[in-house]
């Protein structure tokens, strides 16, 4: 989350840009129940982090590390789907087509970048857990984290899956 005011202030400028109305303008490629979609995720992205650490704190050194190792590659994720998750909203918002086209553009191109670091943070969750298996916390917290993973995964693929080819 520590770019979220360098994306934010990004985001601005390009919305400063692009001129932005009311959603009933123009059909847009996605809509608002995909907007919805990834903040709720989100939202759950970021209570798994907060209950990875409240666990951290009470935890056993070994089980303490592998937690704060996960929460690092939570936060990632959340960084990721809160991007994506932006760029969806103000392209929900775009009243001329060809502004919508180059947020979706740049959507496309966040999206298959943060799909390979997905895999990354996974991989690494999954090997935390391995490591400190033993702890039926680490455990729990692990499957959840790479079973929101998985689901950012396939909110991606739906979105990939909306914008088609471009």
């Given at each position: 989350m520590k770019q979220s005011w360098r994306r934010f202030l990004s985001y601005v400028c390009l919305a400063t840009?692009?001129?932005c109305v009311d959603h009933s303008a123009e059909?847009?490629?996605l809509a608002s129940s995909d907007s919805l979609r990834l903040a709720h995720l989100v939202q759950n992205l970021v209570q798994l982090m907060q209950d990875m650490n409240f666990g951290a704190r009470a935890a056993g050194s070994n089980?303490?590390?592998c937690l704060?190792?996960?929460?690092?590659?939570?936060t990632n994720v959340t960084d990721h789907m809160e991007e994506i998750a932006d760029l969806v909203y103000l392209s929900i918002n775009m009243h001329l087509p060809a502004d919508e086209v180059t947020v979706l553009?740049?959507?496309n191109r966040v999206m298959v970048f943060s799909r390979k670091d997905l895999d990354n943070s996974r991989n690494s969750i999954i090997l935390s857990e391995g490591h400190c298996g033993h702890d039926s916390f680490v455990d729990t917290e692990a499957r959840a984290a790479v079973g929101m993973i998985s689901e950012s995964d396939a909110i991606i693929r739906a979105l990939q899956s909306k914008l088609g080819s471009m």
């Open positions: 840009t692009i001129s059909a847009a490629i089980s303490q590390e704060i190792n996960m929460i690092s590659d939570v553009s740049m959507l």
